[in-house]
């Protein structure tokens, strides 16, 4: 596969090539965790990769649920986009003020909504500042764009389904969580979590995916990365996480290899970490 892939991976330089292209469309997903003191809606005011829109993955979200930023309604997604202006015809680029953290988690978000034309910038806004590309601080002019959306329910799971794949064994499940919070040494980020992973699971941390510069590793690099952990890159796969985030970045390494057949937990260990009568496994 080539580097650049507008459906799921590209470089700065491509980005950089394509600014004034009138089609594109680049989304601003920064996010931290919580307890990290920074505001990524301030950040995104002070510099920002020209014409890029924020994409605030906590309101563009399911109110509904008490779980975080679980993936919103077809009719929230469409309302937030429209008035983003992104719609049909579009080439979407998601970025982060990480590298490669949350965008993920977004071109996951278009993708669950049917649309495939969206791509991650590789090593996000920290690799594109460090060469030294223009930022600003201006707001976008937006026009309102019709956007048609159908929700692919194959590509998220539910608690119910992830339940019953631990206890058949019928897709494997991945876990992005670094390793010491996958074997319930370190404590979660957030209040009230079990410490653990879902049974059966195997760990792959999304760090171990990246390169020094924050970049996604590739090919032989990216396939030993799967192979170190136990997990086949070629079978149906169930990624997840603390909170539905890395698990995205999980999906997008299977998918530069070639496995489209990947589904992830939105609810991960948000959800499965505080119902006792949900088994947990360390070590």
């Known amino acids: 596969m080539a580097d650049d892939d507008p459906k799921t991976l590209v470089s700065t330089d491509w980005l950089e090539a394509h600014l004034n292209d009138p089609d594109l469309r680049i989304l601003d997903a920064s996010y ?3 307890g990290v003191e920074r505001d990524p809606r301030a950040e995104y005011a002070a510099a920002h990769i020209p014409g890029a829109r924020f994409f605030d993955i906590d309101d563009i979200a399911d109110a509904r649920s008490a779980l975080p930023h679980m993936a919103a309604p077809v009719e929230k997604f469409t309302s937030r986009m429209r008035a983003l202006g992104v719609g049909d015809g579009h080439q979407v680029v998601v970025y982060d003020a990480m590298g490669l ?3 993920a988690r977004v071109w996951w978000n278009f993708r669950l909504m049917g649309k495939t034309d969206v791509a991650v910038l590789d090593g996000g806004l920290p690799k594109w500042m460090a060469e030294g590309r223009p930022v600003e601080d201006m ?3 937006i026009r309102d764009r019709h956007i048609t959306v159908q929700r ?3 590509l998220v799971k539910d608690v119910t389904q992830v339940a019953a794949a631990s206890k058949l064994g019928d ?4 876990d992005a969580r670094s390793p ?3 074997r319930g040494e370190e404590p979660e980020p957030r209040a009230g979590m079990r410490a653990g992973h879902i049974p059966g699971s195997k760990n792959v941390h999304y760090a171990a995916l990246l390169q020094a510069d924050g970049t996604m590793k590739r090919g032989d690099d990216l396939r030993a990365v799967f192979a170190a952990a136990g997990v086949d890159p070629a079978r149906r796969t169930i990624t997840t996480c603390g909170s539905g985030v890395t698990a995205a970045i999980v ?3 299977l998918h530069r290899l070639g496995n489209m057949d990947v589904a992830l937990y939105d609810g991960s260990w ?3 970490g505080q119902f006792e009568q949900l088994q947990v496994e360390t070590g």
């Open 251 to 253: 999906m997008l390494a």
């Open 152 to 154: 692919h329910a194959h």
């Open 171 to 174: 897709w494997q499940i991945v």
């Open 180 to 182: 010491g919070r996958f």
């Open 270 to 272: 948000s959800e499965w």
């Open 32 to 34: 931290f965790l919580p």
């Open 139 to 141: 707001a976008p002019v």
């Open 101 to 103: 953290f949350s965008a």
